[in-house]
């Protein structure tokens, strides 16, 4: 009972869950991540796409079962082992549409038309825009920009225009990046055709998707150092401030530009996701990268962490 518990866990691919928080990006820079109303709200949406995410990950999981079991990593997941029948994650995924379903009468509408937007658009990915090069890549951004987009909707709080310029630049360099290092990986086993596992990947060269690398991190990095260096974020009125005496050659430049100081932790991010691509042959999956590189969880963790007392203590 216990394995086939751990098994339907799986089958969920928990670690996906990650990049359902994006949808408290809005709260986070608007300063009202600490309002409880607002957040418990926003916690509903994360619960809302971690549910629908599940599910469309076991639709998707049947349809490519095959193709997984030629797969280094996917072979080992459920259905293409052959630990769970189609029946059983069938059921699961029903179960999960119930729930969210059940929890989308609890939010606003416009949410909910960005839910089924996001599930019509990773069903679109499933059965047709993973087979076309190019469009593949743009579906998979598009799905983590709407997880951003959602946060507003559900929130009814807009993030600055240059923070979802930077959400779509650093989505594209996540999904360039998992195309860039599911070749390396496929084409570097013997025997395998790219093709038959992943037909668009036979489209994709090594010199284009290192292009296409350099394009999109560079815009992450410009798109977010202008959001730190134009825009404010409001600091909350039940949050007292800190005053920092600065030296007399800085206070023009760092005048409530205090936000500037998480561009170290985001560059410093970038290269070293750009290492384990090229170097360690990793960010086919973006999450397992994540929670398998420390130097690149605690980036990202210190980044967080001097966001939130910037905005929530430092600025007034």
Not at 271 to 293: A, F, N, T
Request: proline share 4%.
């Amino acid at each position: 009972m216990k394995q086939k518990a751990f098994t339907i866990f799986k089958l969920l691919r928990p670690r996906q869950w990650m990049k359902n928080f994006a949808i408290f990006a809005s709260i986070l820079f608007t300063g009202q991540l600490f309002t409880g109303r607002v957040f418990f709200t926003v916690c509903i949406g994360f619960l809302i796409f971690c549910f629908i995410s599940s599910a469309i990950y076991i639709i998707n999981d049947i349809f490519d079962r095959e193709k997984d079991r030629m797969h280094p990593f996917k072979r080992f997941r459920p259905l293409a082992h052959g630990d769970l029948s189609i029946t059983e994650a069938m059921i699961v995924c029903v179960s999960l549409a119930v729930v969210s379903a059940y929890l989308c009468t609890l939010v606003s509408l416009p949410f909910i038309v960005a839910v089924v937007i996001y599930i019509l658009l990773q069903l679109s990915y499933s059965l047709w825009f993973k087979n076309i090069e190019i469009l593949d890549i743009l579906a998979l951004a598009a799905g983590y920009m709407l997880r951003v987009y959602a946060g507003e909707l559900i929130s009814n709080f807009r993030v600055s225009v240059w923070l979802l310029l930077t959400t779509i630049a650093l989505s594209l360099f996540i999904a360039v990046g998992k195309r860039k290092s599911e070749l390396t990986l496929i084409s570097h086993i013997k025997g395998t055709h790219v093709e038959a596992i992943r037909a668009t990947l036979s489209h994709y060269s090594e010199a284009l998707l290192t292009v296409y690398l350099s394009i999109f991190a560079t815009a992450t990095f410009v798109f977010y150092s202008l959001f730190t260096s134009i825009e404010v974020p409001p600091h909350p009125d039940f949050f007292p401030g800190i005053d920092i005496p600065l030296p007399t050659f800085l206070p023009l430049f760092f005048q409530r530009k205090w936000l500037m100081v998480t561009i170290i932790p985001v560059v410093y991010g970038l290269m070293r996701y750009l290492q384990d691509i090229y170097e360690k042959h990793e960010g086919e999956s973006p999450d397992r990268v994540l929670l398998s590189d420390t130097p690149l969880l605690t980036t990202v963790i210190i980044w967080a962490i001097l966001a939130i007392f910037i905005i929530y203590f430092l600025l007034e």
